[in-house]
């Protein structure tokens, strides 16, 4: 068994990486250079969302049916593309509503990222709480530190491209950053029930959705930098086409490269 002192330890440390990840785009200063850094970070963490939804989220969810359920059509991917469709026809219609302000649109997408990433969250909390071996444990731990500090900066950069006050967003990100401790907790509590079937399904079926939900991120929302228009430094906080590919090349490669140990 894991010691409820060490799942509290781990859960303070998880903590500790979204609050930082998450809350560092929201407190650094608007400068051309720090406009700068953030679309080099929006870039890199779109590489890490694309690399979880293909080569994590989405085989762990087929792993389930193809080798316990024994299910040979494939649910999961099905579930992951219509996620993709849902979700542009959701922005569309969004847009049609807020096509006159895209700070809206902004918003709405901010508030999308946040529910989907919370429920992502607590769930691999609860994975991780309810783990009794050790080398089970130590590798979803690894798992999820890989992508929480990348997934909390990229909500981060999103909610503060949004026209939310400050405040709201630490409060949001605040929130966000318990969903994984509160998972552990909740898993450590409800070791019995999230181990039957039902909860696996129920999480191979969530891992799906969010694979979809991360490989749409990462595919229509990173093709355009933002700058507000009455900045007359915008065109220095461009970054070229070329520095913005790069990193989000790194972000899927050090995804990848994450893959071969977990």
Known sequence: MIAISLKIIVSAVIFFI??????????????????????YGESFSAGVFLGAGFIHLLPDADQFLTHIAHYH???????????????????????????????????????LLMILLSIHALLAGAALGVETTWATFLV????IIAHKFSESFALGVN??????????????????????????????????LLQA???????????????????????FHTRHCHC??????????????????????IGLILTAVVAIWI
């Open 140 to 143: 979803i731990f690894l798992a």
């Open 159 to 192: 909610m503060r491209r949004s026209n939310m006050r400050r405040m709201s967003m630490i409060k949001l990100l605040s929130i966000f950053s318990l969903m994984t401790p509160v998972g552990i907790l909740g898993g450590t509590l409800l070791i019995g």
């Open 18 to 39: 979204a609050v930082l990840g998450a809350l560092f785009p929201v407190l650094v200063k608007t400068t051309p250079r720090a406009k700068r850094y953030l679309l």
């Open 228 to 249: 507000d228009e009455e900045d007359e430094h915008c065109d220095h906080a461009l970054p070229s086409t070329f520095m913005r590919l790069f990193y989000f090349a």
């Open 197 to 219: 079937k039902i909860g696996q399904y129920t999480t191979s079926t969530f891992n799906a959705i969010a694979a979809g939900t991360f490989i749409y991120i990462a595919a």
């Open 73 to 111: 059509y494939p649910f999961m991917f099905v579930i992951c593309a219509f996620t993709i469709l849902l979700l542009r026809i959701i922005e569309e219609s969004a847009e049609r509503i807020f096509e006159q302000s895209s700070y809206l649109r902004q918003t709405w997408l901010a508030y």
